[in-house]
C-alpha cells in the first residue's frame, strides 16, 4: 500500500545532509490512536498532549457516571481517532511553525523508498553544474505563514491526497 512521506529541511540551510532531513509518513498512526496523550508527548507537541490527557480525563470521568458512559466513551473515541488521523499532520505543522521547509512529497511503499526517490533527485543537484543549480533559499512559496498549510489535514499537500 503506498503512502506519502514528507520532507522537511531545517530552517536557513541550503545545502542540507541527509541525516538534517526528517522524513514523515502521512497517514493514519496506531501508537497515536492507541496512546493519544503519550504519543503527543513523545513527539514534542506539549499543548495537544496536555489537551489529549485532559478531554481523555474527562470521558474517563463521564464514563463512571450512570447514564453517561456513551457520551464518555465517545469523548474518548473521538480523541483517539482525531489524534491517529491528524497526528502526522500536527508533526508537520509544528515543525513548519517553527521555521522547517516542507521540501518535497513522495509517494512510495516503504520509507526506504521513498528517501531513495527523494535524494536521488537531490544528487543530481549537487553534481550538475552550480550556474543551473536553483536558488532555494529564495524558491518561490505561497504567500501564508509556516504551519498554517491545511485545515486539519483534511485536503492534503497540493490540493490532494
Not at 22 to 38: H, S, V, Y
Not at 54 to 60: C, K, R, S, V, W
Amino acid at each position: 500500500m503506498t503512502s506519502s512521506y514528507i520532507f522537511l529541511t531545517p530552517p536557513g540551510s541550503a545545502n542540507t545532509r541527509p541525516d538534517e532531513t526528517r522524513t514523515i509518513r502521512d497517514g493514519f498512526t496506531w501508537l497515536g490512536f492507541l496512546f493519544p496523550w503519550a504519543w503527543l508527548l513523545v513527539h514534542r507537541l506539549w499543548l495537544p498532549a496536555i489537551a489529549a490527557f485532559f478531554l481523555q480525563a474527562i470521558g474517563g470521568g463521564l464514563m463512571d457516571q450512570s447514564g453517561l458512559w456513551p457520551a464518555g466513551m465517545a469523548i474518548t473515541l473521538g480523541v483517539n481517532l482525531l489524534v491517529g488521523l491528524e497526528g502526522q499532520n500536527l508533526r508537520v505543522r509544528n515543525l513548519a511553525a517553527k521555521g522547517w521547509n516542507e521540501d518535497g512529497l513522495v509517494a512510495a511503499d516503504t520509507i526506504g523508498i521513498a528517501e531513495n526517490v527523494y535524494f536521488s533527485g537531490k544528487a543530481d543537484i549537487v553534481e550538475s553544474d552550480a550556474a543551473a543549480a536553483p536558488d532555494w533559499e529564495n524558491k518561490t512559496r505561497p504567500n501564508r505563514p509556516h504551519g498554517q498549510a491545511t485545515s486539519l489535514g483534511l485536503f492534503g499537500f497540493d490540493g490532494g491526497r
